[in-house]
């Protein structure tokens, strides 16, 4: 459920009566809903198809701003803010509008409003349509022009099907898109087993295999295979030009890689809304190992093709692995850092794995090292003793099991393990293949190779995980590697020039300028003045020893004399045959500039660590600025059309008013179609409707994409044709808006009913029961601004409002699940993540507990079940935080993890949601209740608005997206490339770290907190 909808008011429903059988009493009391009219279960209509729409967008709300309206994972959390932040403030005033309209006036502002903006998000989306594929896309605009091409007389592809048939595709004389798709479709046998489609998005092609349809009980023997496309002769490129080439995944989907863009053949004097470069010429980029190299005379280049080829030859002239390229929404560019690992092949030394740490492999050949079970239950223990590469382990796999189990690498990242023999006889029982560890080197072993799989799968075949290989370098050996050293240190650019005279001495040149005299001054007066210095890092003596450390006025140090040496020295000789004592976890020594930059030389065996960087005057024309992540670096939009921006964010923050007016209509029209006895029943079946219609929410996200390959912006079309359902329900069954009242029922002391359509109410001040703070005049008849100031000067307010604030952390929880789960699960699981699904899973179980759990907790004292259910709400957040055990594959694990998650979440909500309102309602003074709950908004709106905002920037920090192609983060995260604080793990240990820390104070606070509420005296005794 929503922030806006959960958490400010709505599902608060009143507590029911102690209930014996509590089940039988929750339906049975519905049946005092039969005295309601036709406009109560309009409502419920209403309700139920704006929630569906509602939860399907902003559930996906901030993916679909990245990856359809080209926003970046900060701005799309910035424009959830303005929707949330406005949603918020405007609910402060939607109550008094909606009374002044009436029920069914605002109901159709509210809904119109809401379909207008609907509209016009869809329409802006189209607006300045980036360049998409459809079946009439002409091959020959691809690739800037340069089309793709096929060779006469020779089938182009070659396609193995999942069930090992292959058949080849000519596509010669093809002039579109179409016509490559019915080439693939009509292909002589093909006969059905694969289909070629458009994939969501409308940038690349998708292949889909029938295996499942065609074959089912094969498919329950776990006999499919996986998609290959490869090119059918060595002329062809039509393999890899089409985005196919691969040796496939486990899955009856083949995602083919973008082959349009919206930048293909753009012009560089169109970027930027027609600025282009900007007057920019050169652009200076660092690699995550310091070494930086320039590209000059950008402003030569016509296309931003032509950039994207002078950069990456640059870097390649330069030896700095980087990749440049478009990103993912095709509207600006991206640069991957390379040198954070390497492929891996059969040539590759088990000894270079995991940064040089290899595998525990046992040195006694009469130790096996693993064991695999193949489906017909044979089981084979394997040595591995010998092996030095990992082309030896696929041979010493085959010789073992006598070629019953084949190992093969893939994508150049990880091992696939294939049972090759399967009984023909289908009547043979199958069991899971698995891969084991034999003692816990075995298992380490395994580990390491990425094919652990305990648990076993019923297939022929899997997927291991990556393997790690990150790329490192040993510590400098020479004094050539020292200089080479200084000089490519990160933050160099060429500041400082080492080199080695003739008698032996290290001599560093500063080539910065100096600043202003008036700068300067202010240097020499506060911090010694515009020096070069070198300085050495914690107790090492480098520098020292070098003769290096020191400062000088004009620029430049000159070490002391090592002798006679040369660079091919090795540091083993200096310091009088000492050597130097060199730093594994940081630089030796440091170089401060006269500019102020402060740059780490490291000499010591080292890992890259630096960060990716981008700078010169054409970068921010380009899109980048000054944030980068860790090895990947998606710039800004470049192509945007500001206005199209412009609207966009404007449409959303217009149907803020709107949202927040539709939450009062549904507050004050569940009261008013209810009477007094139905009430409590009414809004249960309200609240019940609304999960019903957030769980079909979640499941019309994965419809929408996985299923009707539509991009997700869908979403808000299909909310267009709920919006106009909504209003026909409201002409049709929203007729009569008087207040229900049941027989002999009379008007409530506080209320004066009008029975017009303009629904103004006539409200009496009721009368204050007696507070804390005895002696203090009444309130009675104070106007609101009055009533405020009354209000904020009584202690029990403060109390309140401390409660509020430590609580925060658990309340923005629901927060998460729209700004931050679903880039988390699409980059952790991948592009197929059943995102809408794990959506839908809270609202279900929100159902469910609404019968068991609500009717129990209504037993217990209030301020312990709200304090108890927050702390089971800030538990849950530590699950998702807890990496891949036992050898589950990081899918698994992930989708394990989050339904734990959420289901301790929504146990958690079920019991400290409802008890929140009615602590309000105990702790505030009699005929305050409504003051207290509006000012409980305020601190949640500025924890929201901080919350959103930074929802972006700890996405790019900690789970960014990396182009396609390369491994995600889940994929590193299970080769071990990633260090734990480097993962997405912890964002939720920083969460919940402050859910729970909020949460304890209130618990040990009990006393302080509950002093002056009114809880029910019979209540708290069966506490």
Same mark, same amino acid.
């Given at each position: 459920m929503s922030e806006e909808q959960k958490d400010e008011g709505i599902g608060n429903f009143p507590a029911e009566e102690k209930q014996d059988n509590f089940i039988v009493k929750y339906f049975k009391d519905f049946r005092i809903l039969k005295e309601t009219k036709r406009e109560y279960w309009g409502l419920q209509v209403i309700n139920m198809l704006d929630c569906l729409a509602y939860f399907a967008m902003f559930n996906i709300a901030v993916v679909t701003l990245s990856d359809d309206f080209g926003f970046t994972d900060a701005w799309a959390g910035y424009i959830y803010t303005i929707f949330s932040g406005l949603t918020t403030i405007f609910l402060f005033f939607s109550g008094v509008v909606t009374d002044w309209l009436g029920i069914k006036r605002a109901l159709y502002i509210a809904m119109t409003g809401l379909l207008l903006t609907?509209?016009?998000?869809?329409?802006?989306q189209y607006m300045d349509e980036p360049v998409r594929m459809d079946r009439n896309t002409q091959l020959s605009i691809l690739y800037d022009g340069d089309g793709i091409s096929f060779v006469q007389g020779h089938p182009d592809l070659r396609i193995t099907a999942r069930d090992n048939t292959m058949f080849e595709v000519d596509l010669y004389g093809a002039q579109t898109i179409g016509d490559v798709l019915d080439r693939i479709n009509d292909a002589p046998g093909n006969d059905g087993r694969i289909e070629a489609g458009i994939a969501p998005g409308w940038t690349s092609l998708r292949l889909e295999d029938k295996f499942k349809e065609r074959n089912k009980a094969a498919y329950k023997r776990g006999l499919a295979n996986r998609i290959v496309v490869e090119s059918a002769n060595d002329d062809s490129e039509a393999a890899d030009k089409l985005g196919l080439a691969s040796e496939g995944e486990l899955s009856a989907m083949l995602e083919g890689g973008r082959i349009i863009t919206d930048l293909n053949a753009a012009l560089v004097s169109d970027l930027n809304q027609g600025d282009g470069l900007e007057d920019g010429t050169t652009l200076t980029?660092?690699?995550?190992? +310091?070494?930086?190299?320039?590209?000059?005379?950008?402003?030569?280049?016509?296309t931003l093709r032509e950039i994207i080829d002078r950069v990456q030859e640059e870097a390649e002239t330069?030896?700095?692995r980087i990749a440049i390229d478009f990103n993912s929404p095709g509207t600006g560019l991206r640069i991957n850092d390379k040198n954070g690992r390497l492929s891996v092949s059969p040539e590759t030394v088990l000894s270079d794995l995991h940064g040089g740490e290899g595998a525990p492999i046992s040195e006694d050949p009469a130790k096996p090292d693993l064991k695999f079970v193949a489906r017909d239950g044979t089981e084979y223990e394997v040595s591995l003793t010998g092996c030095?590469?990992?082309?030896?382990?696929?041979?010493?796999?085959s010789e073992a099991t006598n070629g019953h189990i084949e190992l093969a690498l893939i994508h150049g990242q990880k091992f696939t393990v294939t049972d090759i023999r399967i009984p023909a006889d289908e009547?043979?029982?199958? +069991?899971?293949?698995?891969?084991?560890g034999i003692d816990e080197s075995g298992v380490q072993v395994a580990r390491r190779l990425g094919i652990l799989k305990e648990r076993g799968v019923k297939r022929i075949t899997f997927d291991g995980s990556a393997i790690s290989n990150p790329r490192w370098v040993s510590g400098a050996v020479t004094l050539g590697d020292l200089i080479d050293r200084i000089n490519n240190a990160g933050g160099n650019y060429e500041k400082i020039a080492a080199t080695l005279d003739g008698q032996g001495r290290i001599v560093l040149q500063d080539q910065t300028e100096r600043k202003s005299a008036f700068w300067a001054f202010f240097k020499n007066l506060f911090r010694g003045g515009e020096k070069l210095s070198v300085e050495d890092a914690g107790e090492l003596t480098v520098a020292t020893a070098l003769g290096l450390a020191g400062s000088d006025d004009e620029g430049s140090i000159v070490g002391t004399s090592l002798g006679e040496v040369g660079l091919d020295t090795p540091l083993s000789q200096l310091n009088g045959g000492q050597g130097l004592a060199l730093n594994d976890d940081g630089p030796e020594f440091t170089i401060n500039a006269r500019d102020d930059t402060e740059i780490g030389i490291e000499l010591g065996n080292r890992t890259p660590d630096h960060v990716l960087g981008v700078e010169g005057d054409a970068a921010v024309p380009l899109g980048f600025d000054d944030e980068?992540?860790?090895s990947s670096y998606s710039a800004e939009n470049i192509t945007e059309n500001k206005v199209r921006s412009y609207l966009t964010i404007g449409l959303l923050a217009c149907m803020a008013p709107f949202m927040a007016m539709l939450i009062t209509v549904f507050q004050a029209g569940n009261r008013r179609f209810t009477s007094k006895r139905s009430r409590g029943a009414g809004f249960n079946l309200w609240y019940l409707f609304m999960n019903v219609g957030a769980a079909g929410g979640g499941f019309l996200i994965d419809i929408i994409y996985l299923s009707l390959d539509l991009p997700r912006f869908h979403v808000f079309t299909f909310g267009i044709f709920t919006g106009i359902l909504c209003l026909i329900a409201i002409t049709l069954l929203i007729k009569n808006t008087d207040q229900l009242r049941a027989p002999g029922e009379k008007p409530e002391d506080n209320e004066k009913q009008s029975s017009d359509e303009s629904g103004e109410i006539e409200e009496i001040e009721p009368t204050l029961g007696e507070t804390e703070d005895k002696g203090k005049p009444e309130k009675k008849g104070m106007g609101p601004w009055e009533i405020t100031k009354a209000v904020v000067s009584e202690p029990i307010f403060w109390r309140f409002t401390v409660l509020i604030s430590l609580l925060?952390?658990?309340?923005?929880?629901?927060?998460?699940?729209g700004l931050l789960f679903p880039k988390f699960w699409y980059r952790v699981i991948g592009e197929d993540a059943q995102v809408g699904l794990m959506q839908a899973f809270n609202p279900v179980l929100v159902i469910i507990g609404l019968i068991l759990v609500i009717p129990i907790l209504q037993k217990f004292n209030v301020y312990k079940m709200l304090v108890f259910g927050a702390f089971i709400t800030s538990v849950s957040m530590f699950i998702p935080a807890v990496g891949p055990l036992g050898g589950m594959g990081i899918v698994e694990w992930t989708y394990a993890t989050t339904i734990i998650f959420l289901f301790i979440l929504t146990v958690g909500e079920l019991i400290w949601s409802?008890?929140?309102?009615?602590?309000?309602?105990?702790i505030a003074p009699e005929g305050q209740e409504g003051t207290y709950l509006g000012l409980s908004m305020v601190p949640y709106f500025l924890a929201k608005l901080v919350v959103s905002a930074l929802s972006g920037n700890m996405l790019q920090r900690w789970c960014p997206e990396y182009p396609p192609g390369e491994p995600n983060v889940g994929e590193r995260i299970q080769a071990g490339e990633m260090a734990f604080w480097d993962t997405p793990y912890v964002m939720w240990v920083i969460l919940g770290a402050v859910a729970i820390g909020g949460t304890i104070i209130a618990i040990l606070g009990k006393g302080w907190f509950t002093k002056g509420a009114h809880f029910d005296v019979a209540e708290g005794k069966k506490a």
């Amino acid at each position: 459920m929503s922030e806006e909808q959960k958490d400010e008011g709505i599902g608060n429903f009143p507590a029911e009566e102690k209930q014996d059988n509590f089940i039988v009493k929750y339906f049975k009391d519905f049946r005092i809903l039969k005295e309601t009219k036709r406009e109560y279960w309009g409502l419920q209509v209403i309700n139920m198809l704006d929630c569906l729409a509602y939860f399907a967008m902003f559930n996906i709300a901030v993916v679909t701003l990245s990856d359809d309206f080209g926003f970046t994972d900060a701005w799309a959390g910035y424009i959830y803010t303005i929707f949330s932040g406005l949603t918020t403030i405007f609910l402060f005033f939607s109550g008094v509008v909606t009374d002044w309209l009436g029920i069914k006036r605002a109901l159709y502002i509210a809904m119109t409003g809401l379909l207008l903006t609907r509209c016009g998000v869809v329409l802006v989306q189209y607006m300045d349509e980036p360049v998409r594929m459809d079946r009439n896309t002409q091959l020959s605009i691809l690739y800037d022009g340069d089309g793709i091409s096929f060779v006469q007389g020779h089938p182009d592809l070659r396609i193995t099907a999942r069930d090992n048939t292959m058949f080849e595709v000519d596509l010669y004389g093809a002039q579109t898109i179409g016509d490559v798709l019915d080439r693939i479709n009509d292909a002589p046998g093909n006969d059905g087993r694969i289909e070629a489609g458009i994939a969501p998005g409308w940038t690349s092609l998708r292949l889909e295999d029938k295996f499942k349809e065609r074959n089912k009980a094969a498919y329950k023997r776990g006999l499919a295979n996986r998609i290959v496309v490869e090119s059918a002769n060595d002329d062809s490129e039509a393999a890899d030009k089409l985005g196919l080439a691969s040796e496939g995944e486990l899955s009856a989907m083949l995602e083919g890689g973008r082959i349009i863009t919206d930048l293909n053949a753009a012009l560089v004097s169109d970027l930027n809304q027609g600025d282009g470069l900007e007057d920019g010429t050169t652009l200076t980029i660092r690699d995550r190992w +310091g070494t930086s190299f320039t590209v000059d005379g950008l402003d030569q280049f016509a296309t931003l093709r032509e950039i994207i080829d002078r950069v990456q030859e640059e870097a390649e002239t330069a030896g700095v692995r980087i990749a440049i390229d478009f990103n993912s929404p095709g509207t600006g560019l991206r640069i991957n850092d390379k040198n954070g690992r390497l492929s891996v092949s059969p040539e590759t030394v088990l000894s270079d794995l995991h940064g040089g740490e290899g595998a525990p492999i046992s040195e006694d050949p009469a130790k096996p090292d693993l064991k695999f079970v193949a489906r017909d239950g044979t089981e084979y223990e394997v040595s591995l003793t010998g092996c030095l590469t990992l082309g030896d382990v696929i041979g010493r796999v085959s010789e073992a099991t006598n070629g019953h189990i084949e190992l093969a690498l893939i994508h150049g990242q990880k091992f696939t393990v294939t049972d090759i023999r399967i009984p023909a006889d289908e009547s043979v029982e199958l +069991g899971r293949l698995k891969v084991l560890g034999i003692d816990e080197s075995g298992v380490q072993v395994a580990r390491r190779l990425g094919i652990l799989k305990e648990r076993g799968v019923k297939r022929i075949t899997f997927d291991g995980s990556a393997i790690s290989n990150p790329r490192w370098v040993s510590g400098a050996v020479t004094l050539g590697d020292l200089i080479d050293r200084i000089n490519n240190a990160g933050g160099n650019y060429e500041k400082i020039a080492a080199t080695l005279d003739g008698q032996g001495r290290i001599v560093l040149q500063d080539q910065t300028e100096r600043k202003s005299a008036f700068w300067a001054f202010f240097k020499n007066l506060f911090r010694g003045g515009e020096k070069l210095s070198v300085e050495d890092a914690g107790e090492l003596t480098v520098a020292t020893a070098l003769g290096l450390a020191g400062s000088d006025d004009e620029g430049s140090i000159v070490g002391t004399s090592l002798g006679e040496v040369g660079l091919d020295t090795p540091l083993s000789q200096l310091n009088g045959g000492q050597g130097l004592a060199l730093n594994d976890d940081g630089p030796e020594f440091t170089i401060n500039a006269r500019d102020d930059t402060e740059i780490g030389i490291e000499l010591g065996n080292r890992t890259p660590d630096h960060v990716l960087g981008v700078e010169g005057d054409a970068a921010v024309p380009l899109g980048f600025d000054d944030e980068a992540n860790e090895s990947s670096y998606s710039a800004e939009n470049i192509t945007e059309n500001k206005v199209r921006s412009y609207l966009t964010i404007g449409l959303l923050a217009c149907m803020a008013p709107f949202m927040a007016m539709l939450i009062t209509v549904f507050q004050a029209g569940n009261r008013r179609f209810t009477s007094k006895r139905s009430r409590g029943a009414g809004f249960n079946l309200w609240y019940l409707f609304m999960n019903v219609g957030a769980a079909g929410g979640g499941f019309l996200i994965d419809i929408i994409y996985l299923s009707l390959d539509l991009p997700r912006f869908h979403v808000f079309t299909f909310g267009i044709f709920t919006g106009i359902l909504c209003l026909i329900a409201i002409t049709l069954l929203i007729k009569n808006t008087d207040q229900l009242r049941a027989p002999g029922e009379k008007p409530e002391d506080n209320e004066k009913q009008s029975s017009d359509e303009s629904g103004e109410i006539e409200e009496i001040e009721p009368t204050l029961g007696e507070t804390e703070d005895k002696g203090k005049p009444e309130k009675k008849g104070m106007g609101p601004w009055e009533i405020t100031k009354a209000v904020v000067s009584e202690p029990i307010f403060w109390r309140f409002t401390v409660l509020i604030s430590l609580l925060l952390g658990v309340r923005a929880v629901f927060l998460y699940l729209g700004l931050l789960f679903p880039k988390f699960w699409y980059r952790v699981i991948g592009e197929d993540a059943q995102v809408g699904l794990m959506q839908a899973f809270n609202p279900v179980l929100v159902i469910i507990g609404l019968i068991l759990v609500i009717p129990i907790l209504q037993k217990f004292n209030v301020y312990k079940m709200l304090v108890f259910g927050a702390f089971i709400t800030s538990v849950s957040m530590f699950i998702p935080a807890v990496g891949p055990l036992g050898g589950m594959g990081i899918v698994e694990w992930t989708y394990a993890t989050t339904i734990i998650f959420l289901f301790i979440l929504t146990v958690g909500e079920l019991i400290w949601s409802p008890r929140l309102s009615e602590y309000t309602a105990a702790i505030a003074p009699e005929g305050q209740e409504g003051t207290y709950l509006g000012l409980s908004m305020v601190p949640y709106f500025l924890a929201k608005l901080v919350v959103s905002a930074l929802s972006g920037n700890m996405l790019q920090r900690w789970c960014p997206e990396y182009p396609p192609g390369e491994p995600n983060v889940g994929e590193r995260i299970q080769a071990g490339e990633m260090a734990f604080w480097d993962t997405p793990y912890v964002m939720w240990v920083i969460l919940g770290a402050v859910a729970i820390g909020g949460t304890i104070i209130a618990i040990l606070g009990k006393g302080w907190f509950t002093k002056g509420a009114h809880f029910d005296v019979a209540e708290g005794k069966k506490a």
